[in-house]
């Protein structure tokens, strides 16, 4: 009985994470806990912000999370992955595109320059770079998604 007891426990108890989790260890959560206790261990945990920072700075395994992560988030978490999506865009445009062209988030969230004002001194600058990003994406399957962005990012403010 105390063994069931333990397991229960342990069972409820959610996700736990170190400091700096890896992308592997996120992944691991969201098949045990699944996205909306993951995100929310996450958030809980103060591991938040840094999930979004290693998202926002664009490799391949982070912005993969991020399409992932997003049944599970809402409030602040919500609006962050866009955000930080958007940052990763001119750092590694063919990933970002090809979550854009699954469906977890669409053109006008990710390539709609979705920043809190004041958190780009220059948004002239970042859609340059951007589009030349988007610009040099080649994979014939996301050639659609790359007209929809850069048609996003030229009409967005």
């Given at each position: 009985m105390a063994t069931a007891l333990a397991l229960a426990s342990a069972a409820m108890a959610g996700p736990k994470f170190i400091a700096h989790p890896t992308p592997a260890q996120?992944?691991?959560s969201l098949a045990r806990y699944g996205a909306r206790?993951?995100?929310?261990a996450l958030f809980d945990q103060n591991r938040w912000d840094y999930v979004a920072d290693r998202i926002s700075a664009g490799s391949s395994?982070?912005?993969n999370l991020a399409g992932k992560l997003a049944p599970g988030a809402d409030a602040g978490p919500a609006e962050e992955l866009p955000i930080s999506l958007a940052f990763a865009l001119p750092r590694n445009a063919p990933a970002v595109l090809a979550l854009v062209r699954s469906g977890a988030f669409s053109a006008d969230d990710v390539c709609g320059v979705?920043?809190?004002?004041?958190t780009i001194r220059d948004i002239g600058a970042y859609k340059r770079r951007a589009a030349a990003a988007i610009r040099r994406v080649s994979d014939p399957a996301l050639a659609a998604t790359v007209r929809t962005c850069l048609a996003t990012l030229a009409k967005s403010p």
């Open positions: 996120i992944d691991a206790s993951t995100v929310s395994d982070w912005v979705p920043f809190i004002e004041g």
